[in-house]
């Protein structure tokens, strides 16, 4: 049997993994992420999300922007780069390794990169401290 992995499914089509996101992370009205579809908690700027909504997107096989002729398009690069900045992270980078290794190892390696080194819980991207124990984490965000 296959063991579940760690933020499976929570892949959006852009590359963000929605299980960093403050958003599903959050205790009150959790977001269950970008595939649930008509989720109320979802913020309403992923409700409205050019990139999940893209017409290019719907044509690809993987349901991966990485598979999108228009790869990568100015929204994409937008988005990477206001993560890059604002949270040290990139969707770009996170698609072209899902693209190079497979979803599987990318899985692996988000885990690791996103765990508190102290507690052990899951952190989010989107602060500069562990939710849990509040631990610092170092290396994203500046
Ligand atoms: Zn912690």
Known sequence: MIQKQKYQGLIAACGMNCG??????????????CFKKDDLNKPKSCRSCAIVNCEFLKRTASGF??????DPCSRLKQLDKRYQTNYGMSMIDNLNF?????MSGFLKNEEA???????????SVHRDFCLNCKAELRGHSS
């Open 98 to 102: 899902i693209k190079a290794h497979g």
């Open 20 to 33: 960093l996101c403050i958003g599903y992370l959050r205790e009150r009205n959790p977001c269950g992420g």
């Open 113 to 123: 990169r996103w765990t508190c080194k102290v507690c052990g819980s899951g952190v």
């Open 65 to 70: 922007c990485y598979d999108c002729e228009k």
